[in-house]
């Protein structure tokens, strides 16, 4: 059973900073693209970064220059490192994957259990 975990989300002061992590752990074969997404309440779910299996990384304008995203593939562990934090990056943020496992036939995309970000004074 595959399974995606986030942690490091909390509270945090305007033009603060936190770095979410995402462990994937299972049976894994192989883990293809990665990234984050958030959701505010009311709104629908969008993607904040991701990275292919490669390193190659794409942001969503609000937060580029902002946000970086990493990987460790050896850890099976993505990373959201968040700077110069404002109050509508509130949100609850996902991680998402795409993992070949023991078992299956292709890549099954996953989604872990979220994690709140509130940046507030």
């Known amino acids: 059973q595959v399974q995606l975990v986030e942690s490091g989300g909390g509270l945090v002061q305007p033009g603060g900073s936190l770095r979410l992590s995402c462990a994937a752990s299972?049976?894994?074969?192989?883990?293809?693209?990665m990234g984050w997404y958030r959701q505010a309440p009311g709104k629908q779910r969008d993607l904040v970064a991701a990275?292919?299996?490669?390193?190659?990384?794409n942001y969503a304008d609000s937060v580029k220059g902002r946000f970086t995203i990493s990987r460790d593939n050896a850890k099976n562990t993505v990373y959201l490192t968040m700077n110069s934090l404002k109050p509508e990056d509130t949100a609850v943020y996902y991680c998402?994957?795409?993992?070949?496992?023991?078992?299956?036939?292709?890549?099954?995309?996953?989604w872990g259990q979220g994690t709140q970000v509130t940046v507030s004074s």
């Open positions: 998402n994957a795409d993992i070949f496992s023991m078992g299956s036939r292709w890549y099954i995309n996953y």
């Open positions: 299972g049976s894994i074969v192989g883990i293809n693209d």
């Open positions: 990275i292919t299996s490669g390193g190659r990384t």
